[in-house]
Every structure is written in structure tokens, then in C-alpha cells.
């Protein structure tokens, strides 16, 4: 029987459930419900062009997070991304355009195919780590391009393939609103997978692996087995990416899949945080309006001072390496870290000290 006259204090979970809750406190659950209606209400309130900024920068995060899974929380880096991409894309090209089957199963497929190659590139990770395993990985990008722009009959070669936007019976996803939604839901799945899959054994044996082979080898942890698991998993993510994306662009073509979109997709998990899922959210959507805003800039400072766009037509480059730069130096957890360290300084205030 509960004393009436002692205060609780702290978190208190009377069954298994409220234990392995994600979100555990209901403040916080509620703020996260508040978080998803905004979203599914933010096409009322916004224009088109805001709405596929916004579609972009969801894609870029679903590729993101699959990234992350293999390389934060699994220490195995990548810089072969822009070719899974590229594996997703044109595999749902192919099987829509060529084959006729339905978007609905030519995405989850492409997820699968773009794995299986993924799997295939992983397999000398057993052998490999660090900056021997990344050049395999670059040599996977170099490798699936050349098939790509030389297999003609079946990619298009250099000239791609053109696609045709997903649909459901005679409702077409034509409009930005719409494309939102459908990147919006497979974003969410995304997500909470992410999420569950590091509160599970095989998620616990990824972090295990990244933070000490050896330990966890010695501990039964098979490494050959889940680093090849994490490439199968990663690449089933980036897979989808490369569809969506492909279906969007409605067009597929292998100079959109070069090393500097795997350089991006880098740069992403590393200004978001590493091992961390919302992370590669604050990291997709940061890279991916950099362009835009450096743009919109560059288009005022024209504006006051006629030909300076001659002078900064480089400047996407150099403010894109120095943000890598200054969060390397200064935040290595990336904009995750900087988003608790604000939470946790408003937990305190205003008694801070």
C-alpha cells in the first residue's frame, strides 16, 4: 500500500511495459505526438517549394539513418553510399518502367536487391576496418557506376532511365502534398525501427562490435555475422532512399550517384552525430538546405553588390567543408549533442549552477 505521506520522486514503472518504453515519461511523449501532428499539418502551411524541400530532406535522412546504422553504431565506415543509392533507384526503375510491377513492390524490392549488394561489399569487413575498409567501399562505388553507365540494354547507360511517379488505383502522386505523406510514412517505420533495433540483441551486438571487436568476439558476439548483418540492414535503408528519390526526380542517371553524394551523405551523420538516430535527421536536413540558403545569400549579396555571384560561385564548397571542419574541432556528437546540451541546460534553469 502506497504511503500517502511520502512524495515520489524520479521515474517509477509498475510493469515490463512502461520499463522498455521508448519514451518513457509521458511530458515527453507528448511532446513527441505534438511533433508528428505538426509535421502531418506542415503542407497547410506551406508553399509547394517549402513542401519539397521538406520531401528532400526526409529521403535524405531515410539514406541517413541507414548510413548511420552501419557506420555510427556499427563502426564500419562507408563512402560507397551514392552507388546503394544508385542500386535502389535504378532497381525500382527497371522494374517499373521495364518489368511493369507496381511501385509498392518494386520499393521493397529495391530495398532488398540494394542489400543483398551491400551484404556482398561487406563481406571483406571480416578482414578489413577502418580506412582499408573505406577504400572498399569506394572501390564498390566505382565498380557499380561502371556496370550502371556501361550496361546499356538494362540501366540506359550515361542517358538513365526515366520514371513515373507511385499511384494507387487512379490516384497518382503527382503533387508535393502527396509525395510528403508517402515520404513521411516510410520515414516514421524508418524511425521506429531504428529506434527498437538498438534496444535489441542484434542492435546491442552492432555497438558492441563498433566499441570493441575483440571484447565482443571473446564475449560469443559473431562478428563476421552481424558486421555483415549491419551492411544488409544499412543498405536495405539507403535502398529505399534511392527509390523514393528516384520516383520523385522521376529520373535516374549515374552522374546524380557520384562520390561527392557518399561525401554528402558522410557529412550528414557526422554534423548530425554519430550513433544517433534523430542525428541523421538534424544532419540530412542541415546538408541538404545548406545549398539552398547559401544560395538565397549569395542572391542578396548580389543584390547589393552587382557581380560579387562571379566571386562566390565557390563558396558552397568552402562553407561545406569548413562546417565539417568546425564540428569535427568543436561538436564531434554533432547537432544531437548541441540539441541536449540545450534540453539540459532549460531542465535546470534557472538554477544552472
Known amino acids: 500500500m502506497r504511503n500517502p505521506f511520502v512524495m515520489e520522486c524520479g521515474e517509477?514503472?509498475?510493469?515490463?511495459?512502461?520499463?522498455?518504453?521508448?519514451?518513457?515519461?509521458?511530458?515527453?511523449?507528448?511532446?513527441?505526438y505534438l511533433v508528428i501532428a505538426f509535421f502531418i499539418l506542415f503542407p497547410f502551411i506551406a508553399s509547394d517549394y517549402i513542401i519539397g524541400l521538406a520531401t528532400l530532406c526526409g529521403i535524405a535522412s531515410i539514406g541517413a539513418i541507414g548510413l548511420n546504422i552501419l557506420t555510427g553504431f556499427t563502426g564500419q565506415i562507408s563512402i560507397g553510399?551514392?552507388?546503394?543509392?544508385?542500386?535502389?533507384?535504378?532497381?525500382?526503375?527497371?522494374?517499373?518502367?521495364?518489368?511493369?510491377?507496381s511501385f509498392w513492390l518494386s520499393m521493397p524490392l529495391a530495398g532488398i536487391i540494394t542489400a543483398i549488394v551491400g551484404a556482398l561489399f561487406g563481406i571483406p569487413s571480416l578482414?578489413?576496418?577502418g580506412l582499408y575498409l573505406a577504400i572498399a567501399t569506394l572501390a564498390a562505388q566505382v565498380i557499380i557506376l561502371f556496370v550502371i553507365s556501361r550496361w546499356d540494354s538494362l540501366t540506359g547507360g550515361t542517358a538513365g532511365l526515366v520514371l513515373s511517379r507511385p499511384q494507387i488505383g487512379s490516384f497518382v502522386f503527382m503533387s508535393e502534398t502527396s509525395y510528403y505523406y508517402l515520404m513521411f510514412a516510410i520515414l516514421f517505420v524508418t524511425v521506429v525501427f531504428s529506434l527498437n533495433l538498438f534496444r535489441s540483441r542484434v542492435g546491442r551486438a552492432f555497438i558492441a562490435v563498433r566499441d570493441r571487436d575483440i571484447a565482443a568476439e571473446v564475449m560469443g558476439i559473431d562478428i563476421f555475422k552481424y558486421k555483415v548483418l549491419a551492411f544488409f540492414i544499412s543498405s536495405f535503408f539507403v535502398g529505399v532512399a534511392g527509390a523514393l528519390l528516384g520516383h520523385y526526380t522521376m529520373i535516374?542517371?549515374?552522374?546524380?550517384?557520384?562520390?561527392?553524394?557518399?561525401?554528402?551523405?558522410?557529412?550528414?551523420i557526422l554534423v548530425g552525430g554519430l550513433g544517433s538516430v534523430f542525428g541523421s535527421i538534424y544532419g540530412a536536413v542541415f546538408i541538404t538546405l545548406l545549398p539552398v540558403v547559401l544560395r538565397s545569400?549569395?542572391?542578396?549579396l548580389n543584390g547589393m553588390f552587382p557581380g560579387i555571384s562571379d566571386v562566390l560561385v565557390g563558396m558552397r564548397e568552402v562553407v561545406f567543408g569548413l562546417m565539417i571542419i568546425l564540428f569535427l574541432v568543436y561538436e564531434p556528437e554533432g547537432l544531437n549533442k548541441i540539441w541536449r546540451n540545450i534540453k539540459d541546460y532549460f531542465k535546470l534553469w534557472p538554477f544552472s549552477y
Open 12 to 32: 517509477f514503472h509498475v510493469n515490463y511495459k512502461q520499463n522498455m518504453a521508448i519514451w518513457k515519461i509521458p511530458r515527453v511523449r507528448m511532446r513527441i
Open 81 to 101: 553510399v551514392g552507388a546503394f543509392l544508385a542500386v535502389g533507384g535504378y532497381t525500382s526503375a527497371i522494374l517499373t518502367a521495364k518489368l511493369g510491377l
Open 127 to 129: 578482414r578489413l576496418k
Open 252 to 268: 535516374v542517371s549515374p552522374e546524380l550517384y557520384s562520390i561527392s553524394v557518399s561525401v554528402e551523405y558522410l557529412a550528414m
Open 297 to 300: 545569400v549569395v542572391e542578396i
